[in-house]
């Protein structure tokens, strides 16, 4: 029942991947270190090893730790290959502990897999059985650290070591601690089932957040009983937009009220941050409770819907009480109780969707949870009437429109407007949806400025079938706030000639004839730059003009034909310096006999008259150590401090005189 198996091979093929990019840089660090249930848990991405089977000259293999506080890493344990039966043996019945989930029908044993091995001692032919933990264990490919604190944060280190006690590869692992939280959406209560002895549990969680790999369950066997972590089977399902929790269990009793959580974790058992909702079980015979058939019919012609539903044992129900709610999730009120098997609701308004469930009460007293949900709508076919008494007043340079609405069943209200008389009419309002407390009046304000000098307003209604009424009266009234508007500048683009301008006219009825164009550099007043108005079709101008590195600035008027102008537009300012960028991708290296670093980068994108090398330690300041020639990408340095790191930055002088930002650091020296 339990999908997680293929979620622990995927992430296998991952750590396969890792290997070979840690291989080839043995300083970068991977996501090799996970928290786990028991303790940490680190990939020892290496070949297998071992003094009777060595790789190479590599014998062994040591795990080290260190707190991200600590600048010292501390040596945890020494380890190889098994290379014997009897060792991988040994090594898989102490992993059974060690490991979130062991489950000994479906694990491999070493008896299975110590006969693959021995062929060539490599993992070749093993993907499949290193999928489980416990064998991943035994034969040191996944190592457990069980002392590591609670509130600590780890970075691990593995080591080959070889023949001679000397190191040869090595990689680190992304810091990692217990409070690494698997973060996922909260498991509600969706269900839950009795067959016989058997549990069946389930919850639902929006995918919106990382997808579960495995869960921890907890029981408690009683309301006041604490809740014990309980080895179960289970299944993750991922269906359309939802995350399906289903565990099974099938230990336990009578008449005792179990409850239930789950925490979805990594595959290693950490994480553990979410708690589901806690569902409460018992073992009752409810099956004559549940309907087997549960369905709704609206009618249109008598505005009704009729619940009908039939039950396996009749004979055993007392009372059908029957919950309403507009909503699918919350809102259910009881709205009726039955002895009988249908039911017509008479209290609906056309075009609402209503949600229906049951709660049976049995002849002993006993009440089930709540049925499956369905749902009935019955349709208004005809238009709703449009909403009365509509009013436009001018209020404090805004138009105000009022209304009235007598319908019943209106879901919402468009306002709608056009800027001429006899125009089209367009909408200017998302839905406004119906409210109770407005007690039928509604008001708008179109706060939208620079309109025609004449504006109509009407409204238009929808009712909860989503059938829209017509037009109401449309109202005219003059535009007292009338002005030229102003254009927007939305957009400029330089090239080696001068600066292109872009703007957008924003009256709503078309206004203007021409723009003018205004410029100023530097802290100097505006002067218009062009002699006669740009046309008023054109939404471009190109400025050609010797800018000499200055700040320039620019705004734009309208002109009507009767050589109206309006207010400034916005402002918009254009920086005309050239910048200077540092060089890209600086790297360090030592050299073979030590006693030089030698520093390589790639060229800066700006012109550049020269390169400045700077080094530094930790608690000095940097210092200039060299001047390079634009053409030279690469420095040796035979001067610095062999007992401690050293830092180095470059920074770019341009020809135009101007220095660039410090480049990204690299390092290089005693680790």
Do not use: C
Request: charge should be positive; charged fraction near 20%.
């Amino acid at each position: 029942m339990k999908p997680y198996r293929i979620l622990v091979v995927k992430s296998l093929l991952i750590m396969l991947f890792v290997q070979i990019g840690l291989q080839a840089n043995a300083q970068k660090e991977g996501k090799v270190a996970f928290n786990g249930y028991k303790g940490t848990y680190i990939y020892n991405l290496f070949k297998p090893a071992s003094a009777e089977h060595p790789d190479g000259d590599v014998i062994a293999f040591r795990l080290d730790r260190k707190a991200q506080n600590e600048s010292n890493w501390q040596a945890l344990y020494k380890f190889s290959t098994p290379s014997n039966y009897e060792e991988l043996k040994n090594n898989y019945q102490a992993a059974k502990n060690k490991v979130f989930e062991y489950n000994p029908t479906t694990a491999y044993t070493a008896d299975e897999v110590w006969p693959i091995f021995k062929k060539k001692f490599n993992y070749d032919s093993l993907s499949v059985y290193l999928t489980q933990q416990p064998l991943a264990i035994a034969f040191n490919i996944l190592l457990v650290d069980t002392t590591a604190k609670q509130n600590v944060v780890y970075q691990y280190r593995v080591i080959q070591l070889k023949r001679d006690g000397t190191e040869q590869h090595k990689y680190t692992s992304t810091p990692v601690s217990a409070n690494d939280f698997f973060i996922t959406n909260k498991p509600k209560s969706a269900g839950r089932k009795t067959t016989g002895d058997v549990f069946r549990i389930e919850w639902r969680a929006k995918a919106t957040a990382q997808i579960p790999e495995v869960l921890l369950v907890k029981r408690s066997d009683g309301v006041k009983m604490p809740f014990n972590r309980i080895l179960t089977t289970y299944n993750v399902e991922h269906r359309g937009d939802s995350i399906i929790y289903t565990i099974e269990d099938n230990q336990v009793s009578k008449d005792v009220l179990y409850q239930y959580t789950i925490s979805p974790v990594n595959r290693f058992g950490g994480g553990a941050k979410i708690l589901s909702d806690t569902l409460r079980v018992a073992s009752l015979d409810q099956q004559m409770l549940i309907p087997k058939i549960f369905t709704a019919t609206a009618d249109s012609i008598g505005n009704n819907i009729k619940l009908n539903w039939a039950f396996i044992k009749p004979d055993y129900v007392s009372v059908v009480n029957i919950y309403r709610s507009s909503e699918y999730e919350s809102g259910y009120k009881l709205l009726s109780s039955t002895a009988g098997y249908n039911y017509i609701d008479k209290t609906i308004i056309p075009g609402q969707k209503y949600y229906y469930y049951l709660v049976v009460v049995d002849k002993l007293g006993r009440a089930t949870e709540r049925g499956i949900k369905i749902y009935g709508l019955v349709h208004q076919i005809k238009q709703s009437d449009p909403p009365a008494n509509v009013v436009v007043r001018n209020v404090n340079k805004h138009n105000v429109v009022s209304w009235t609405d007598y319908n019943n069943d209106t879901r919402g209200y468009y306002v709608y407007r056009t800027n001429e008389v006899g125009g089209d009419m367009k909408p200017i309002t998302e839905m406004i949806y119906f409210d109770e407390k407005a007690k039928r009046n509604y008001v708008y304000t179109d706060t939208t400025s620079n309109l025609s000098p004449t504006i109509g307003y009407a409204l238009v209604s929808e009712n909860l079938s989503n059938t829209r009424s017509g037009f109401s009266k449309i109202l005219y009234l003059s535009n007292p706030n009338f002005r030229v508007a102003a254009p927007v500048i939305v957009d400029f683009k330089k090239d080696g000639k001068g600066i292109y301008l872009f703007w957008q006219d924003t009256t709503v009825v078309k206004q203007i004839a021409g723009y003018n164009v205004y410029r100023k550099s530097g802290n100097s007043s505006y002067v218009k730059v062009n002699k006669t108005p740009v046309l008023g079709f054109k939404n471009t101008f190109k400025d050609e003009f010797l800018f000499n590195d200055n700040e320039v600035s620019y705004k734009i008027t309208g002109v009507t034909n009767a050589d109206k102008e309006s207010e400034f537009s916005n402002e918009i300012t254009v920086s005309t310096s050239q910048s200077v960028y540092a060089p890209n991708s600086l790297k360090s290296f030592t050299g073979k006999d030590n006693k030089s670093i030698i520093l390589q980068w790639q060229p800066s994108q700006s012109e550049v008259a020269k390169y400045e090398i700077y080094r530094y330690v930790r608690g000095a300041d940097p210092i200039k150590i060299a001047e390079i020639g634009a053409k030279t990408l690469t420095h040796i340095d035979a001067t610095y401090d062999k007992g401690k790191i050293n830092y180095y930055f470059i920074k770019t002088i341009g020809v135009n005189g101007k220095t660039s930002l410090p480049s990204a650091e690299t390092y290089a020296g005693n680790r």
